[in-house]
Nanobody, 126 residues
Framework: QLQLVESGGGLVQPGGSLRLSCAASGFTLDYYAIGWFRQAPGKEREGVSCISIGGSTNYADSVKGRFTISRDNAKNTVYLQMNSLKPEDTAVYYC????????????????????WGQGTQVTVSS
């Protein structure tokens, strides 16, 4: 069974950092572009970042320079390092896998992503 599991969320003060993990089971992440998305209460889901099979990355303008996505294929895990967190980063964060991606291509648009995790809550508050 294909499964993605997010972890690493929590409560952090503004300016703090968190590292989210997205671990896969039942399939190998090497062959998928992976995206991170978030959804705050009352708001639409927003694409945050993605990493292609080849390692290229994309970021939403709202997180550029603060968030870094990376992948460790040996651990079958993708990470999202989040620094300089702001209250507006508060949301449930989801990772997702795009089975039709190839090469250096990835998108922060949700439509191509077929496999989703259950999400992890990130709260930025003093």
């Amino acid at each position: 069974q294909l499964q993605l599991v997010e972890s690493g969320g929590g409560l952090v003060q503004p300016g703090g950092s968190l590292r989210l993990s997205c671990a896969a089971s039942g399939f190998t992440l090497d062959y998928y572009a992976i995206g991170w998305f978030r959804q705050a209460p009352g708001k639409e889901r927003e694409g945050v970042s993605c990493i292609s099979i080849g390692g290229s990355t994309n970021y939403a303008d709202s997180v550029k320079g603060r968030f870094t996505i990376s992948r460790d294929n040996a651990k079958n895990t993708v990470y999202l390092q989040m620094n300089s967190l702001k209250p507006e980063d508060t949301a449930v964060y989801y990772c997702a896998a795009d089975p039709l991606s190839f090469g250096q291509s990835c998108t922060v648009v949700a439509a191509p992503y077929a496999y989703w995790g259950q999400g992890t809550q990130v709260t930025v508050s003093s």
